[in-house]
Every structure is written in C-alpha cells, then in structure tokens.
C-alpha cells in the first residue's frame, strides 16, 4: 500500500526532531522524552474452538512515565508488531499532554484478526492477555490504563475490567482499570462517541479560525463542506456522523471492500445499516461504487478525514489527494513523505495527536468518575433544575411575561452526565486548537500544524521533567 521510507515509529521521531529545533530543552531531556520506557513483549497460548493451540504474540509499552498512571488502547489487528506499538504509545504521550489529560503514554496490541475468531476465542485471548498485564503489574488504575482502539470497543473492556477485578477481589478503585467499558460496567456516558466528536470539534474550530481558512481557499465554517471518510468503524462512523449534523455533506465513504460516493450527500447510519445487512458497502442506494477503496482519497472535496490505519497517505497517492483539509482521525495517516507534499502544496494537515484526542479526553473522565464513584451530575442536577425554576419564576413575576413552553425546558434543564462530558470535549478541543494555531502562528519558521503539535507537547512533558527535579 505504501512506499513509505520509514518504519511508524521512525516517522514519529522524525516529527518529533523536527519539532524539537523549535523548543529550548537540553539534548538528554529530549532524549528521555523520545525514548520508550518499559516494552512488554509476551507470547501466550489459547485453546482455539477446535481445539487448536494457537501461540498469540502481544504487547504493552509505556511510552512515558512522567504522568502515572499510563494510558492508551489496545489493538487487535494482523498488523501489530512492536513497532507499530512504540509509535502508537508515543503519540499517547503527546496527545496527552496537549489536551492537558494528567497521564503518561502507552499502547497495547494484540496480533490477531478479530474477524478470523469467534467471540468466546476473543474472550479467551483478551482475559489471557489482561491476567498477563496483572502478572507483571503493567495494568491498574494507577499504574496504566488500557482504552479501546482498532479492532477493539466495550466487550472487550468488559472482558478486561472482570478479568482484573477477579484477579485483584477488593481493590476498590479496579473500575479504572481500563477505560471506553460499558456504562454497566462503570463506563461513562459519551465515550463511544468522544473520539469522532473530539474530531469535529477540532476541525469545526479550525473551519472558524480566518487566517487559516484564507489559507486553504475555503470560506469559513463547516456548513455545506464536502467530507470523504476512510473507515466506518467507531471513529469514521461518529465523525460522519457529526459533520453530517453539523451542516456538511459527505460525499463519500471507504472500507476495505471497496468505497461509496454521492455527491449530494451520504447518511452513515443508513450506509452502516446496508454494511451490516449485505456483508459491504457497496452498492448503496443512490450511491455510485469506487471498487478500488484507495481511490477514494483522492476524490475532489473539501476535507478528508481517514479514519482507519496509518500509513494509508503516503509518498505515492499524497500527490493525488485534492481535500483542502485533512483531519487525522487515525492515528499516524500521514507518512512524512505525505506531509511534505501537502505542505508544499498548502494543503491543510490538522494532525492526529490532538485531532483524536477526544476519546483519551473522554477516558480521563470516565477515570475520574470510576475513582469518585459517582456519576457525573447526580449531585447537581435536581439543584439546578431546582434553582433555574426559582430563577424563571422571578423573572416572570417581575416582567408579568410568560417564557415560551419550548424555552422553558432548556433554561431550566440541569446538566445530566452527557452534557457534561460533552462540553467538557468540546472546551478541550477548542483551547487545544487555539493553543496550537497560536504556537504556529507565533514562529514563522515553523512549517506546518503538526509541527506546532509536537512543539506544544514537548514543552508540555519537558517542564513537568524538568518541575520533578529529574533534570536541572
Ligand atoms: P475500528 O476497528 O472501530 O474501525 C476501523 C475501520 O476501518 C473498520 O471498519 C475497518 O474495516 C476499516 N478499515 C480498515 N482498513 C481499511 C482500509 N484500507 N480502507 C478503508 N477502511 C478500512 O477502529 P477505530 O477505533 O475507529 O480506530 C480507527 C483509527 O482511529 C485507528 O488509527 C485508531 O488508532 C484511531 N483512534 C481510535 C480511538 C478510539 O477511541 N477508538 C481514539 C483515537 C484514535
């Protein structure tokens, strides 16, 4: 698929070097931030249905421990190796740091195709890799905290949360083991959908930032822009989703088996509906098939957001590509070949470490609200409504006007759990964009978004370094 000149974790530290010119910080300081502290490579046998012995090669790396506990998802995917895994737990550090969540980096993959076993081996692969983590104390709510990624979402976290709880009978904050776990299981209300959000709301702001939208030709805002998305799992599906709600139209969608395009818009609930019934999303409704999945991203549009694994844009269709924005909803889209290109070609690149950092963002809540244990909003919410009635009925005595039945319901309502964690995304997304635009914008010779991401990230993790004594 690629030509691409670096191994992942070579392209991260190929940005992260290109960024560090720009910071003040000691050459050993950088160093350490760069490095991978603790690498967990294991190999473990399952008992397949058949009766099969199959040997699972996995990991866990923690990137950073400068924050504790560390945190990042775990992937299920023919594609892990270690390398992979050392990028995907840097960009956690970084990520983190932007977005001001108080956690060091990690990552976890496992080598399997989840499509290729049946529900209860996934059951078995996962409590077994989850007991390993225990044994060697590289999972725990202080110490690191597993996420959902690729090929991975709430069963899974499930599995993890009662394996570990099992393990650990007693421990009382064990819900914040692992984060993205059903809201029975101690999950919280908006993590499914915070990563695709997240990805909206750092694009929307970027779409309402002027001199940036001057640059790309593009009047402001999101409404009426066309939107091609590459992979309709957890994050294309909700940053489809968000944008179509939002006012802008997507013209077209890939996944593996190929891709659909309608110029006057597509519903991706209907598309995932179609997927799930006939096995593909080919031949939906009204919509004209692309066979070739990859031609799809270079479809003429106004922003393109891939969505599905790293490395899809690269020295080879970069080129090709004719969006004016590119939002990295994947982690690591972008080889460094590919952002050269669209630098030169002054195309837009909002980069992945912050762009996708509404699920970490939304795990720090669910962390936060598995040691409080309580949810968010029970304490305040019948005090608010409660009050803002008190509020409204003054105003109305004293103006002898009525406010309209369908106001009423709004000014009154007091925050439930997901308008919570909601507006608490969309701040973070927001301060993160501006923090970043303005680091950008304050240094000419910085060349492009992501390197203004890394610079922020780096400053970031080099002071709370620096602010523990480790280096003078
Ligand atoms: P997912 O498994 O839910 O969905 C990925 C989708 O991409 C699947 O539907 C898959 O079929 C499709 N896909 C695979 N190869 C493709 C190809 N070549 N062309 C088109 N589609 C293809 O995974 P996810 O959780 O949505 O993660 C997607 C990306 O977002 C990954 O890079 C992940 O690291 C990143 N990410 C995920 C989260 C999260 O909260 N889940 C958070 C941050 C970043």
């Not at 049946?118 to 692969?125: F, G, M, N, P």
């Not at 709880?165 to 819900?175: F, H, R, T, V």
């Not at 669209?342 to 992945?352: C, R, T």
């Amino acid at each position: 698929m690629s030509n691409q000149q670096y191994s992942f974790f070579e392209s991260v530290e190929k940005s992260f070097d290109k960024a560090a010119k720009f910071t003040k910080w000691d050459k050993g300081l950088l160093e350490q931030i760069k490095a991978c502290n603790s690498i967990y490579s294991m190999k473990f046998p399952v008992k397949m249905d058949d009766g099969r012995i199959e040997v699972i090669e996995a990991y866990r790396i923690q990137h950073s421990q400068h924050k504790t506990p560390c945190k990042g998802g775990i992937r299920f995917s023919l594609a892990v190796n270690q390398d992979e895994v050392m990028a995907l737990a840097s960009l956690m550090t970084y990520k983190c740091a932007i977005v001001n969540v108080p956690f060091g980096g990690a990552k976890g993959g496992i080598k399997i195709s989840p499509r290729e076993h049946s529900a209860y081996e996934l059951e078995k692969i996962t409590r077994r890799y989850t007991a390993e983590l225990v044994k060697k104390n590289f999972i725990g709510p202080g110490i690191d905290v597993p996420a959902p990624d690729y090929g991975t979402g709430e069963r899974e976290m499930s599995w993890i949360v009662d394996t570990y709880q099992s393990l650990k009978p007693g421990e009382i904050d064990a819900a914040g083991c692992v984060t993205g776990k059903p809201i029975s299981q101690g999950g919280v209300n908006g993590r499914r959908e915070a990563t695709g959000l997240g990805v909206f709301f750092g694009i929307r702001e970027v779409c309402n930032i002027p001199e940036l939208m001057k640059k790309t030709g593009l009047t402001p805002g999101v409404v009426g822009k066309s939107v091609v998305v590459q992979g309709l799992g957890n994050v294309g599906f909700y940053t489809a989703k968000f944008f179509r709600q939002g006012g802008a139209k997507i013209i077209a969608i890939a996944e593996y088996e190929g891709a659909i395009y309608n110029a006057a818009g597509l519903n991706e609930e209907e598309v995932f509906a179609h997927r799930k019934a006939t096995g593909s999303i080919l031949n939906f409704p009204g919509a004209t098939n692309i066979t070739n999945s990859g031609d799809a991203l270079e479809l003429e549009c106004d922003i393109l957001i891939p969505a599905a694994l790293e490395n899809v844009i690269n020295g080879t269709n970069a080129g090709k590509v004719k969006a004016k924005i590119i939002g990295e909803a994947a982690n690591g889209p972008l080889t460094p070949e590919a952002d050269e290109i669209f630098a030169a070609k002054g195309i837009l690149v909002v980069p992945d470490m912050y762009l996708n950092a509404g699920g970490v963002t939304v795990s720090y809540f669910e962390w936060l609200k598995n040691l409080s244990h309580v949810r968010y909003g029970r304490m305040e919410k019948r005090f608010t409504e409660n009050m803002n009635t008190h509020i409204l009925g003054q105003i109305e005595n004293l103006t002898g006007k009525k406010v309209a039945e369908s106001e009423r319901n709004s000014i009154m309502h007091g925050a439930d759990e997901i308008d919570l964690v909601h507006s608490g995304l969309e701040e973070t997304m927001i301060s993160s964009t501006r923090e970043i635009v303005e680091i950008w914008h304050s240094n000419p010779e910085i060349p492009d978004m992501r390197t203004a991401a890394y610079v922020c990230a780096i400053n970031k993790v080099a002071i709370s370094y620096v602010e523990l004594g480790i280096f003078p």
